[in-house]
């Protein structure tokens, strides 16, 4: 079946450390790919997508790449804020479905 | 409105009780998704909903859950003789159409949180 698998969390980091969180998926056929932030007390945002082989997707300083031969589409920050504390899900979506299915997601939390 | 609306915030329920739950998406979106978030996990599909048409009610843990969009805009989740297991965040997700959903994803709302004590 369809599945995401993520890094296990939680992970701490300092201000300004670089950020990786892995995700790597299974599906059928070629699926799009999504990153998701759920801020505390608030819904799930779309943080930056991708829906086909080696399309970057980018928002606020974040990135992932559609890599087909792995399987992955890691997150990377270069520099993390403070602000950038939430728990963070990997989805993909295949083609001719609608449903999203997530990873477990990860808690990040950047100190100062 | 300007997003994805769900009532009630939280919500206490005990064992046996049946609870609705509701969800108002944003005006004129077509597509309609319920999922269930168990605390620590990532949230699992319940129901997908196009208009008022149920097109997918696969993920509906047991016969206890029913949904409906009879409008074609509201949605009501509703659970009867909640069970402790039924504990979890519910979210409503909503998108302009379905090609819009494999482009730019859903719009989520902030959820219920259901407790059954």
């Known amino acids: 079946g369809n599945s995401v698998t993520q890094m296990e969390g939680p992970v701490t980091l300092s201000e300004e450390a670089f950020l990786t969180i892995n995700c790597t998926y299974t599906a059928t056929g070629y699926p799009s790919l999504f990153w998701y932030v759920q801020y505390p007390g608030e819904g799930l945002q779309l943080l930056l997508k991708a829906t086909k082989a080696d399309d970057k997707g980018s928002n606020k300083g974040f990135e992932a790449t559609y890599r087909k031969e792995t399987t992955s589409f890691h997150l990377e920050k270069g520099s993390v804020q403070v602000s950038d504390s939430a728990v963070y899900f990997c989805?993909?979506?295949?083609?001719?479905?609608?449903?999203?299915?997530f990873g477990q997601g990860t808690r990040l939390t950047i100190n100062p | 409105g300007a997003g994805v609306s769900q009532s009630p915030r939280y919500k206490v329920a005990k064992r046996g009780q049946d609870v609705a739950l509701r969800c108002d998406p944003i005006?004129?979106?077509?597509?309609l998704f319920w999922y269930q978030q168990a605390l620590g996990q990532g949230p699992e599909f319940l129901t997908y909903?196009?208009?008022?048409?149920?097109?997918?009610k696969s993920g509906l843990p047991s016969d206890r859950f029913f949904a409906e969009r009879p409008e074609g805009s509201v949605s009501t989740l509703k659970i009867q003789r909640t069970q402790q297991e039924d504990s979890a965040v519910y979210l409503c997700a909503s998108s302009p159409s379905p090609l819009a959903a494999s482009n730019y994803g859903y719009t989520f709302g902030s959820g219920t949180r259901l407790t059954v004590v």
């Open positions: 005006s004129g979106h077509v597509s």
């Open positions: 989805a993909l979506k295949v083609q001719g479905a609608q449903k999203l299915v």
């Open positions: 909903f196009q208009n008022e048409a149920q097109l997918d």
